[in-house]
C-alpha cells in the first residue's frame, strides 16, 4: 500500500490519540480508515483542462490506494450560489469542494456547511494548519467549518508598458492613492487609454470598494458583524479618490459597468493602465487574455497617507457537505490535505505540482498570501524556485511591502449582499457628477442592516 | 327534462355514465401530462408559496415565520425602486413593442408570395438568435467610447457619443429596444396569421364602399384581430413585468439600480443572500398582481368585445 509521509503521520498520531481515548470509546482515525464511506469530491477539472485533469485523476487514484476501503467518487460541480440550495436539498452536492471566502460567512450562518471540528481532531490535521488563516472559517465559539486552501490579498495590477509609454517608472508604481491619480492623468494625457479603471458590477463594485475604505483605515461592519459601520468619512474619501479621477481629470476612460472579465479583458489588451485587483488574477490576464507576461506589474494596495498597506483578504476555503456523516468528514478532510495542502509539506508533492503546472503552460507560484504558515511557504517556495514560470521580478513593488502589509478579511456576515448594495453607489459616483453619496451610502446602509436584524 | 332526470341521477350513476362517454380512457390519456405538469410545474408552484412563509436552509426542518418574508420585501427600500422600474420597462416596452409588430404584420400582408415570405422571415430572424448571445451582442454594439459601433454610426451624422447603458436614464431605454428587436418577430408572425384569417369578402365589400387602404385596415382588419391583439397585449404585460435576462446581462440592474427589476431583485435575495423565503414571497407578491392584472383586464376587455 502506498502511503504519503503525512497520512502515516497522521496514523501514527492517530493511534498514539486512541491509546489515550481508547477508554472513552471515541472512533480514532483507524476506525474511520476500516469503515465503508462513500465520498463524492467536487472541482474536478472539465475535460478541456486536459492536464489539470490528468493532475486530478492521478491524485484521486493515489488516494484511493492509500483508503482501500473508501469509495471515491467525483464530480465537476462547482461552487455557484444559483444552484447550491437546491443541490444541498436534492442531495446532489458534492461532499467536499471549494466556496470563496466571500461567502463562507453566510454559509456558517445559515448552517449549510459541515462542522468539520471533529474530523480535524480525529485526523490531527488541526495542529497543521494556519491558524489565523483558519479564522476565517470559524463561528463565534471556535468551531471550524472549512479549511482555507488558497489565500490572497487584493492590490493594484498596472501595465508596465503604459507606464513606459506615459513616462512613469514602472518600478516605483504607486504607493498612495495620490500618485495613483497623478499616474493615471499622466497615462491618459500620454497615450489616450483610461489610466485608471474600477470594477463596478456584479458585486465586484462593492467588493473593491471595501479594499479601498480599509486602505483609508474604516470599516463595512463591526466585528462580530452586526452592525453597518460603511455610511463613513473613509468610505467618502475611497469615493473621493475615484469621482476626482472620473470627473476632474477624465482618466478612467469611459465604461463604467464593468465586471471582472470585462476589465481583465480590457487590461490585457492595454486599455487600462491600471485596476485594484487579486494577484492571482495574473493567471486570467495573461493565460487567458493574452496579456504579454512582461508588461504585467502587481503591487501592494495604495495607501491614504504613504504608511504601511492596509488591504482586503480573499481566497478558497474547502468545505464539506452540511449533511455528511461524521466518517464522511474525515475521510473530505483527508483529501483536502492530501490534495490542497501536502504539497506545502512534501518536497517530491510540491515539485510533482510545479511540474505538472509548467507541463500545461499555466503560472506556478503567484505571490499571495500563504495558506499555511508563513515559514512552511517559504519552504514550499524554495523548492519549486527552479520551476516557477511566474515573472516575480513584475511583483517585486507588492513583495517589498507584503510583509509589512495588514490583512483584513471580508465583512463578517452577508458579504456579497454588502458588495451588492454597493455596487450602485460606485456606479453613480462614476456616471452621475451630481451623485448624492451620502443619501446613497445612507440607503445601502439601511438596506444591509435591514438584512443583518434578519 | 332532462335537467329533471340530472337532478335525480346518484353520484354512482353520475360515475357510470361518466365511464360510458369514455371518461376513463381519456383521463388515462391524460394522465401522463397531468403526473408531468403536476410534479414538475404544480407541486414547485406550490411549495414556492409554502416557502414563503418559511425560513429554510433545506439542511434542518423549515420553521414557519408567518408573514415575516413579507414584511422583509415590503420594507425594502429596492423593492420600490424595482417596482418603478420594472413599470417603466413595461410601458416602454408596450409602447416600443406594441405598435411595432402590428405596423410590421399590416405591411408584410400587403406584400406578395415570394416578397412576403422573405420578410416574414427577416422579421422572425432575430427571435432566432439565443437571447443571451443577442444580448452580448448589443453589449458591444452599446459600447459606450466614440469607437463603439452605434456611436461611430451615430457621429456619422453628428450625434454623440451617448453612454447608452452607462447612465441611470439611458439604460433602460437602450434594454428595451434591444428586447423590442429581440421579441417583435413572434408578436409579428401571430399578428400575420390572424391577418390571413381575415375572410377577403370583407375587404372586397369595403373597397366596393370606396374604402382607401387605411381605411380597409382601420374598419377591417383593426376588429377582426380585436381578439389576437388583446391577449398579445396581456402577454405582453405579463412578459415586460417578469423582465430579467436583460438587465441581468446588460447592467447586472445598474446604473445605480436604474435597471434593477422585481425579477432581478428576487434572483439576487435567492442567489446573493441565499435567502429563498424573501424571494418566493416576492414572488408570490409578483403573481398576485399579474392576476389581479390579467383579472381586471380580462372584465373590461370582456365589456369591450360584448
Redesign the interface.
Known sequence: MKRTPWTLAAATAAVALASLTACAGAPTAEDFEKQDVTITIGNQPPASQEAELAYFTEKVDAFREAHPNWTIETSEATWD??T??AQ??GGNLPTVFGVPFTDIG??IE???VADITSALETTGLSDQLNASTLEIAQDGEGHVFGIPTDAYALGLAYNRALFEEAGLDPNSPPTTWEEVQVAAKAITEATGKAGYSQL????QGGWILTAQTYSFGGTMENAEGTEVTFDSAETREALDVIRTMRWEDDSM?????L?AADLAQSFAAGEVGMFVIQSLAYQPIVEVFGMPAEDFGFTTLPTADGGDPVTLSGGNVEIVN??ATEAEKVAAVEWIDFYKLEKYRSEDAAIADAQLKVDQNTAVAIPGLSPVSDEQYETYLGWIADLNNVPTANFQPYLQRAASQTVIPEPKS?A??LY?AL??VV??V???EG?DVDA?LG?AA??IQ??LA? | MSTSIHRASSPRERIIRWRRRGGLSALALALPVLIVFGYFSWKPLVQGVVMAFQKWNFVSDPTWVGLSNFQYVLADPLLAVAVGNTLLFTVLALAFGFPLPLALAVAVSTLRDRTRRLASFLAYLPVIVPPVVAILLWKVFYDPSESGLFNSVLAAVGLGPFPWLNAAASAMPSIVLEATWAGAGTATLIYLAAITSVRPELYEAAELDGAGIASRIWHVTFPQLRTVILIMLLLQVIGAAQVFAEPYLFTGGGPQNATLTVMLLLYRYAFTGGDYGAATALGVLLALVLAALSALYLVITRRWSE
Do not use: C, I, V
Open positions: 450560489p444559483a447550491f440550495a444541498l436539498a453566510s454559509l445559515r448552517g449549510q463596478t458590477k456584479d458585486n476612460g469611459s465604461n463604467f459597468l465586471g452540511a449533511k452577508d456579497q449582499e451588492a455596487d450602485p456606479q453613480a462614476l456616471t452621475d451623485a446613497l440607503q439601511d438596506a435591514a438584512r434578519r
